[in-house]
């Protein structure tokens, strides 16, 4: 059955005008005036010119630092030690007691050996003395000149009794004085190595003494690099003990031959260390100074370091160039610049801050 025509035409005109309203709600919004982004503020910067400068050469090496003098002092005596007077650690001077042994055996033996000498002496002037006496006799033929032959002999065998008994005095002498073992040099005591009571025999070490006021950096140069090292060439190098310290020696000995087993050539150098930081057996990073070279080099400050990456910053045309960079060796606050596109003459922003970004403008002032 169908709807009554004025119901029919109203839902008709209701069709329609939903379908007017779902039209009018897809239409595209209004054109709006888009304005363009104000370019960017331009940065002030201070510049520098890319030099061509004579940078130095270096031939770089390892090493160990060993002790000027480092002695293993034995006893040359016998005997019970007595005292110790140092400690590990302790001052020394060339001469200071370091241990001392029981004297009484030494000063007995020294006391027998005096006699002995006086003893001989005696015999030996009572001979002397009966030789000349019969010189005459002898000449005058009151004597048999075998008689004066033998006392000619006793004499000669009186004087080397005398000889003998002197020599056993001697040793008695430096018995006794070996039983006070001291210094050999100026230096620090590494270690004590017996204690009162022990007993020691001669060839016995009983301390280590170390001198470091003055250190010998031992150097391994390879065989390819051996002639360029001189004698009295300025060393620096560098322990980890002291990563941001420089220290300094000078070559005083070059080795007279290649090693065959790992072809490089022992070098020394001497080391001042009067302030006592550096120690014995470090291990050192070594650079010697080979020549110059001419080269381009920036100030270090135009650099900036982020982790393994080395920019610098460009003004051209009033804009900045961002160029990675590889550097190389530097001297007095310049870098040398190894690669990285950079050309004699250009400028380079100092102190790039974090605004420095390629493309961006700038104001330069020298």
Known sequence: ????????????????????????????????????????????????????????????????????????????????????????????????????????????????AESSVALAKAQADLSGSEYERNQPLAAAKAIAQADLNRLRTDTAAKDAQLAAAEARRDMAQKSLKDAVILSPFAGTVAERLVSPGEYVQPGKAVARVVDTHTLRLL??????????????????????????????????????????????????????????????????????????????AVPAAALRIDGTKRRLYVIKNNQLEERLVDIGENEKDWVEIRQGGVSEGEAVVLKPGPDAADGVPVVAKP
């Open 219 to 296: 150097l391994n140069v390879p065989e390819a690099a051996v002639g360029r090292v001189k004698a009295g060439q300025t060393v620096e190098f560098t322990v980890s003990a002291y990563p941001k310290v420089t220290f300094q020696g000078k070559i005083n000995f070059i080795g007279a031959a290649v090693r065959e087993a790992s072809r490089d050539l022992l070098v020394e150098a001497e080391v001042d260390n009067q302030d006592g930081r550096l120690k014995p057996g470090l291990f050192a990073e070594a650079r010697l100074t080979t020549g110059e070279e001419k080269t381009l």
């Open 1 to 112: 059955m169908s709807p009554p025509a004025p119901l029919a035409a109203t839902a008709a005109a209701a069709a329609l005008l939903l379908g007017l309203t779902l039209t009018a709600c897809h239409k595209p919004p209004p054109a709006e005036n888009i304005t363009p982004p104000a370019p960017a503020k331009p940065i002030d910067v201070t510049s520098a010119k890319v030099e061509s400068r004579d940078m130095p050469r270096y031939l770089r090496v390892t090493g160990q630092l060993q002790a000027a003098w480092d002695a293993m002092v034995a006893s040359d005596a016998a005997g019970k030690v007595e005292s110790t007077p140092v400690e590990r650690g302790a001052v020394v001077k060339a001469g200071d007691v370091l241990v001392k042994l029981d004297e009484r055996v030494s000063q007995i033996n020294l006391r027998e």
